[in-house]
């Protein structure tokens, strides 16, 4: 490994437990639902470059690419499922505090 990989490295492993930590900090200082949900997506970015590093580095990217496709996929499947749901929780509620997930029945 040369030493600008080596270097190149060393930033993905700082970047992505850097960018985990921003996600997990924003889903615990905030009610809104909107802020919690991009906490989550910032989450599953350092998710993503960690493991995009490691198939890098680890000289195999072809085995992780299906892998980060897939991450993906379900994290836009989420994203579209909880925007749908956010939007209702406003209209019925006209707020979007996590508060009036608890006075969700059904």
């Known amino acids: 490994m040369s030493y600008e990989s ?9 970047t992505a437990p850097v960018l985990f930590v921003i996600g997990v900090y924003a889903i615990i200082i905030t009610r809104n639902i909107i802020s919690i949900i991009i906490g989550l997506e910032i989450m599953t970015k350092g ?5 995009a590093a490691a198939g890098f580095f680890n000289g195999r990217p072809q085995t992780i690419e299906p892998l980060i496709i897939t ?3 379900v994290e836009v499947v989420i ?5 749908g749901y956010i939007i209702n929780l406003a209209k019925k509620h006209n707020s979007l505090s996590v508060e009036n997930i608890k006075k969700v029945k059904g």
């Open 71 to 73: 991450m993906i996929v």
């Open 6 to 14: 080596l270097m190149l490295f060393k930033l993905y492993l700082i």
């Open 47 to 51: 998710v993503t470059i960690l493991l």
């Open 79 to 83: 994203l579209m499922i909880s925007s």
